[in-house]
């Protein structure tokens, strides 16, 4: 009886976590009313604002230019709900066949697939590197992020 | 139970094994595997929904803003719901404020925006999108609900699929396995099968397995294999088991075989057919002198003179020890008188072992089927009691008698009876003196032993000796001899007769190197004087074994005791050899002495004998003397001592003293 209890215990432990994990995880969301996904660039970006359809055929790999700067979209994978948000809110598709137009594109087209990143401080950096790059964000990010800054507001709503 | 025994069995069989194993991996691996192409399906699935739905919506916004002047944005959104995929349609002003909406169930309203496929678990999926018009003005939004069971729908048509797919697979993998696992098994069982053949010893057939398994017929290969070997091991046990080792003729085992089968054979046929016992003359004295080693020789060149003898469809077995048989089909009397004359023959001939010649000989004893016996067990007791009468009688053969079984068993009981006689006390010593021819005095006496039986009488020792030799009772008679003989002697000393005594001593006595020792231990007790001790060994004794012979001989000598050569010429002694021995007297044997006054070769031999003795300082006796010119012969030839009935016959110590008392051969003698 001895032996089985501290397994006993582990296993409550851990399942405990893992409730209140998803709890926390569910607060956030109830907690999380008047979120802002915003588009960023490099805080010394000259770029001007871009309308919804710029925005949407620079992000498919369609090439736009904008005041002679050709605009480099960097896909931002590291939130996966931020990720969703922007696929429904500007290029209206889901995640699978977003990724497989983009691989198609270049198929037929040639070029690159527009970057993707999942690691927040690595698309910073190649933000900042790059004056016509753009991405997309949570205003709330940018705030705390020095050296870029938000080009234009992409959606404004509660995510329950 | 009976089941349950069935299904423990198959659980332990191979093919129970093989199902057990699949169905192990199959648990594992089935849920990975349909576990993880119903996933991707499932993903297939939302991923489609989410498409269709963003996709949807947006294209519907376009819509709703190109009509939002016209107030036919409540008919869209009416036509949206009725299609059937919408569920819930809204659309507000840029103050939030409802402007139209539709629903095809109030509990709907819930308007949480979805962005995740289920997110909340509510069968719908709500989707935002803003309405924008031409000019980029934001004029509100459009929100709409898409039915999720549909999709729903067909994941679970999927999953049920998928499971139906794997529950198929599992049964096939199943029923695959089962009929797979019986057909490998049906050669093992057929395998299983033949080696119970094979160990129950049906080595013949060869083993064959239509099976293109390589380790089955590596099995099969090697049950063969095993199955030769076995065959070739049982063949050389069968051999080792029906014949000797040492000759390889056929053994007592197979001899007795064969002899059942050529009874049955002879009584089919109604012939007749002879069976022949062996046993070799002085077998034991070879193996005592030159070792076993020669002994082993010796019977092997029996074993191949007997077979280069005998024709194919005889049968030459050893029986063991020196004792050999011959199965003769289809023997007439005459043949078999021709064939033992063979076989004498090739018994004859000088064997040659270890550089050492060997004269040897057999003893044939013949029984004949089937007036001699019509089974085994008679034929071989009358060929043995053939045998032992042909040994007895010193002839070669012997056909049996019904007469012999009589003597055999007198010699038998003779043995039993000789036996309880010495421990009884009715051997007696008869004395028969020995006179000095030249002065005529008695010299002293042959120690000759009696048997007083007490219901037949004085029993001659040629009747007792013989069976006391073969039976080993010669050794304590010859012991009592002397002991009785040197009481006597030691008596008669202090009687004031001034003689000495001689014993006969028997081959079997010079076997035994202690046999110095123990005659010495007897005199001794007795009180006696070694030198009053004369011992009588014949030439072939020495012969025999010469190398002990001279070994005991010189023991005696130093011990005082006289040797003498009893039956002088009647062997086959080297003159050369016995020079280097210590013999002090020889005895001129008494077939030459008694008829010597009528046959000049016995004289001219007792002449030679005589002139020998004294050429190398022997004392010469001669035996047998029975009349009076034999007597005068021999003091004319100068023969030194005599003995025979014309002085005395043997006789009993008391009629002995009687005899010297009143004995006149010195006067007598004198007077010659």
Same mark, same amino acid.
């Not at chain 2, 070669?396 to 009884?424: M, W, Y």
């Not at chain 2, 028969?432 to 009488?457: C, M, N, S, Y």
């Not at chain 2, 007297?585 to 003795?613: H, P, Q, W, Y």
């Given at each position: 009886?001895?032996?089985?209890?501290?397994?006993?215990?582990?296993?409550?432990?851990?399942?405990?976590?893992?409730?209140?994990?998803?709890?926390?995880?569910?607060?956030?969301?109830?907690?999380?009313?008047?979120?802002?996904?915003?588009?960023?660039?490099?805080?010394?970006?000259?770029?001007?604002?871009?309308?919804?359809?710029?925005?949407?055929?620079?992000?498919?790999?369609?090439?736009?230019?904008?005041?002679?700067?050709?605009?480099?979209?960097?896909?931002?994978?590291?939130?996966?709900?931020?990720?969703?948000?922007?696929?429904?809110?500007?290029?209206?598709?889901?995640?699978?066949?977003?990724?497989?137009?983009?691989?198609?594109?270049?198929?037929?087209?040639?070029?690159?697939?527009?970057?993707?990143?999942?690691?927040?401080?690595?698309?910073?950096?190649?933000?900042?590197?790059?004056?016509?790059?753009?991405?997309?964000?949570?205003?709330?990010?940018?705030?705390?992020?020095?050296?870029?800054?938000?080009?234009?507001?992409?959606?404004?709503?509660?995510?329950? | 139970?009976?089941?349950?025994?069935?299904?423990?069995?198959?659980?332990?069989?191979?093919?129970?094994?093989?199902?057990?194993?699949?169905?192990?991996?199959?648990?594992?691996?089935?849920?990975? !595997?349909?576990?993880?192409?119903?996933?991707?399906?499932? /993903?297939?699935? /939302?991923?489609?929904?989410?498409?269709?739905?963003?996709?949807?919506?947006?294209?519907?916004?376009?819509?709703?803003?190109?009509?939002?002047?016209?107030?036919?944005?409540?008919?869209?959104?009416?036509?949206?719901?009725?299609?059937?995929?919408?569920?819930?349609?809204?659309?507000?002003?840029?103050?939030?404020?409802?402007?139209?909406?539709?629903?095809?169930?109030?509990?709907?309203?819930?308007?949480?925006?979805?962005?995740?496929?289920?997110?909340?678990?509510?069968?719908?999926?709500?989707?935002?999108?803003?309405?924008?018009?031409?000019?980029?003005?934001?004029?509100?939004?459009?929100?709409?609900?898409?039915?999720?069971?549909?999709?729903?729908?067909?994941?679970?048509?999927?999953?049920?699929?998928?499971?139906?797919?794997?529950?198929?697979?599992?049964?096939?993998?199943?029923?695959?396995?089962?009929?797979?696992?019986?057909?490998?098994?049906?050669?093992?069982?057929?395998?299983?099968?033949?080696?119970?053949?094979?160990?129950?010893?049906?080595?013949?057939?060869? !083993?064959?397995?239509?099976?293109?398994?390589?380790?089955?017929?590596?099995?099969?290969?090697?049950?063969?294999?095993?199955?030769?070997?076995?065959?070739?091991?049982?063949?050389?046990?069968?051999?080792?088991?029906?014949?000797?080792?040492?000759?390889?003729?056929?053994?007592?085992?197979?001899?007795?075989?064969?002899?059942?089968?050529?009874?049955?054979?002879?009584?089919?046929?109604?012939?007749?057919?002879?069976?022949?016992?062996?046993? !070799?003359?002085?077998?034991?004295?070879?193996?005592?002198?030159?070792?076993?080693?020669?002994?082993?020789?010796?019977?092997?060149?029996?074993?191949?003179?007997?077979?280069?003898?005998?024709?194919?469809?005889?049968?030459?077995?050893?029986?063991?020890?020196?004792?050999?048989?011959?199965?003769?089909?289809?023997?007439?009397?005459?043949?078999?008188?021709?064939?033992?004359?063979?076989?004498?023959?090739?018994?004859?001939?000088?064997?040659?072992?270890?550089?050492?010649?060997?004269?040897?000989?057999?003893?044939?004893?013949?029984?004949?089927?089937?007036?001699?016996?019509?089974?085994?067990?008679?034929?071989?007791?009358?060929?043995?009691?053939?045998?032992?009468?042909?040994?007895?009688?010193?002839?070669?053969?012997?056909?049996?008698?019904?007469?012999?079984?009589?003597?055999?068993?007198?010699?038998?009981?003779?043995?039993?009876?000789?036996?309880?006689?010495?421990?009884?006390?009715?051997?007696?010593?008869?004395?028969?003196?020995?006179?000095?021819?030249?002065?005529?005095?008695?010299?002293?006496?042959?120690? !000759?032993?009696?048997?007083?039986?007490?219901?037949?009488?004085?029993?001659?020792?040629?009747?007792?000796?013989?069976?006391?030799?073969?039976?080993?009772?010669?050794?304590?008679?010859?012991?009592?001899?002397?002991?009785?003989?040197?009481?006597?002697?030691?008596?008669?000393?202090?009687?004031?007769?001034?003689?000495?005594?001689?014993?006969?001593?028997?081959?079997?006595?010079?076997?035994?190197?202690?046999?110095?020792?123990?005659?010495?231990?007897?005199?001794?007790?007795?009180?006696?004087?070694?030198?009053?001790?004369?011992?009588?060994?014949?030439?072939?004794?020495?012969?025999?074994?010469?190398?002990?012979?001279?070994?005991?001989?010189?023991?005696?000598?130093?011990?005082?005791?006289?040797?003498?050569?009893?039956?002088?010429?009647?062997?086959?002694?080297?003159?050369?050899?016995?020079?280097?021995?210590?013999?002090?007297?020889?005895?001129?044997?008494?077939?030459?002495?008694?008829?010597?006054?009528?046959?000049?070769?016995?004289?001219?031999?007792?002449?030679?004998?005589?002139?020998?003795?004294?050429?190398?300082?022997?004392?010469?006796?001669?035996?047998?003397?029975?009349?009076?010119?034999?007597?005068?012969?021999?003091?004319?030839?100068?023969?030194?001592?005599?003995?025979?009935?014309?002085?005395?016959?043997?006789?009993?110590?008391?009629?002995?003293?009687?005899?010297?008392?009143?004995?006149?051969?010195?006067?007598?003698?004198?007077?010659?």
């Amino acid at each position: 009886m001895g032996g089985r209890f501290p397994l006993m215990a582990r296993r409550a432990v851990i399942n405990i976590s893992f409730w209140l994990l998803l709890l926390g995880s569910a607060g956030n969301v109830v907690a999380d009313e008047g979120r802002r996904l915003v588009l960023v660039v490099a805080a010394d970006s000259t770029l001007p604002s871009l309308d919804r359809t710029e925005i949407r055929k620079t992000f498919i790999g369609i090439t736009v230019v904008k005041d002679k700067q050709r605009i480099e979209p960097l896909i931002n994978v590291s939130d996966a709900l931020l990720y969703q948000v922007f696929l429904q809110k500007n290029v209206f598709m889901s995640a699978r066949h977003y990724e497989r137009l983009l691989l198609a594109r270049v198929f037929r087209s040639g070029g690159q697939r527009p970057p993707r990143y999942s690691d927040h401080e690595s698309l910073v950096g190649t933000l900042k590197a790059r004056p016509g790059a753009i991405t997309y964000m949570w205003a709330a990010t940018v705030e705390t992020t020095p050296g870029i800054k938000v080009l234009q507001e992409l959606w404004r709503g509660s995510i329950h | 139970m009976a089941r349950i025994d069935t299904l423990r069995r198959f659980r332990r069989s191979f093919t129970g094994r093989l199902m057990l194993g699949i169905l192990v991996i199959h648990f594992v691996m089935l849920p990975l !595997l349909f576990g993880g192409v119903l996933y991707i399906v499932q /993903q297939g699935y /939302q991923n489609q929904f989410v498409l269709h739905v963003r996709l949807n919506a947006s294209r519907f916004a376009s819509l709703i803003i190109e009509e939002w002047e016209t107030k036919r944005v409540q008919e869209l959104l009416d036509d949206a719901v009725f299609s059937g995929h919408v569920v819930f349609a809204e659309a507000t002003d840029q103050n939030g404020r409802v402007v139209a909406d539709a629903v095809d169930q109030p509990e709907r309203r819930d308007f949480k925006e979805d962005f995740f496929y289920d997110r909340h678990g509510d069968d719908v999926y709500y989707a935002g999108l803003p309405l924008v018009d031409r000019n980029g003005i934001r004029r509100g939004e459009l929100r709409l609900g898409y039915d999720e069971t549909s999709t729903e729908a067909q994941i679970a048509l999927a999953n049920n699929r998928g499971l139906y797919l794997a529950a198929a697979y599992v049964l096939l993998s199943f029923l695959l396995v089962f009929f797979w696992g019986k057909r490998m098994t049906r050669s093992l069982e057929h395998l299983r099968r033949a080696s119970r053949k094979i160990a129950s010893g049906q080595l013949e057939e060869q !083993l064959e397995v239509k099976s293109d398994i390589t380790e089955l017929q590596d099995l099969v290969e090697d049950l063969n294999f095993m199955r030769s070997e076995l065959m070739r091991q049982t063949a050389s046990m069968e051999h080792l088991a029906s014949h000797d080792s040492l000759t390889g003729l056929p053994n007592r085992m197979l001899l007795s075989d064969r002899l059942q089968q050529t009874i049955a054979s002879s009584q089919r046929n109604q012939s007749s057919f002879a069976f022949l016992l062996m046993d !070799l003359n002085d077998f034991k004295e070879i193996n005592d002198t030159l070792g076993h080693l020669a002994g082993d020789l010796v019977l092997q060149e029996i074993a191949v003179r007997l077979r280069a003898t005998m024709r194919r469809s005889d049968t030459v077995a050893r029986l063991g020890g020196d004792e050999f048989a011959i199965i003769l089909p289809a023997a007439q009397k005459k043949v078999i008188e021709i064939v033992a004359q063979k076989l004498h023959d090739v018994m004859e001939q000088t064997f040659v072992i270890e550089n050492q010649q060997l004269q040897l000989g057999g003893s044939f004893g013949v029984a004949l089927f089937p007036d001699h016996g019509d089974n085994s067990t008679d034929l071989m007791r009358h060929a043995d009691v053939a045998m032992y009468e042909a040994k007895r009688i010193g002839s070669s053969c012997v056909i049996f008698r019904d007469d012999l079984v009589h003597d055999t068993l007198n010699q038998l009981t003779l043995a039993g009876e000789l036996r309880k006689g010495i421990a009884r006390g009715d051997m007696v010593v008869y004395y028969q003196p020995k006179i000095d021819l030249r002065t005529g005095t008695v010299r002293g006496a042959e120690a !000759l032993v009696r048997w007083q039986h007490p219901k037949r009488g004085l029993i001659s020792p040629n009747e007792f000796i013989a069976v006391a030799e073969r039976t080993g009772l010669i050794e304590p008679l010859t012991f009592w001899v002397i002991d009785e003989a040197m009481r006597q002697v030691k008596a008669w000393r202090q009687m004031g007769l001034q003689l000495d005594v001689a014993v006969n001593l028997s081959a079997r006595s010079l076997h035994d190197r202690q046999l110095p020792d123990k005659i010495e231990d007897i005199v001794r007790k007795q009180g006696a004087d070694m030198r009053w001790l004369e011992l009588e060994l014949t030439e072939s004794m020495i012969v025999a074994d010469s190398l002990r012979a001279e070994e005991i001989l010189s023991r005696f000598h130093e011990q005082g005791i006289k040797i003498s050569i009893d039956d002088f010429g009647t062997g086959y002694s080297s003159l050369a050899h016995l020079q280097k021995l210590p013999v002090s007297v020889i005895k001129i044997d008494r077939s030459f002495v008694m008829n010597l006054s009528d046959n000049e070769n016995d004289a001219a031999i007792v002449r030679a004998t005589i002139e020998l003795g004294h050429a190398l300082g022997l004392t010469v006796v001669a035996e047998g003397v029975e009349h009076q010119a034999a007597l005068l012969l021999l003091q004319e030839l100068g023969c030194d001592l005599a003995q025979g009935y014309y002085f005395a016959p043997p006789c009993p110590a008391a009629e002995f003293e009687q005899w010297y008392g009143q004995s006149s051969w010195f006067n007598r003698l004198a007077a010659n």
